[in-house]
């Protein structure tokens, strides 16, 4: 009879804490856990386990075609939210001047192998 007392509580204690949780306990209210940290600490505790990854050799390293992919993803989840940056012609005009300049300027030059 004990045993069956023991379990009838650990089941009733269990579903009343499950309950409590989703039927309007306040979010955040607990000291405990990762979730309950503010933001800074999360990403500075994120960050030394990605460095520690690194160092052991276990981070994944994304292919271009896997980051492409990645930054596809980022980007329809952010227009559905209605928190992409929307570029008026003038920034995208801007923007596409840097990324000529990073890749090394004119693009019609470099193809036709001018040297030869």
Do not use: C, L, V
């Not at 379990?7 to 949780?21: S, V």
């Not at 292919?63 to 990645?70: K, Q, Y």
């Not at 939210?81 to 920034?91: L, N, P, Q, R, V």
């Amino acid at each position: 009879m004990a045993s069956n007392q023991q379990g009838g509580n650990q089941g009733g204690n269990k579903g009343g804490n499950q309950g409590g949780n989703k039927s309007g306990k306040q979010e955040g209210s607990s000291n405990r856990g990762f979730a309950s940290m503010d933001p800074e600490r999360q990403r500075e505790i994120a960050s030394e386990g990605g460095k520690a990854a690194h160092e052991k050799g276990t981070a994944h390293e994304f292919t271009s075609e896997e980051a492409r992919e990645a930054g596809s993803k980022g980007g329809q989840a952010a227009h559905e939210k209605g928190t992409a940056h929307e570029f008026d012609s003038e920034e995208a005009r801007e923007a596409g001047r840097k990324g000529g300049q990073a890749s090394g300027g004119n693009r019609s030059g470099n193809q036709g192998g001018g040297s030869r």
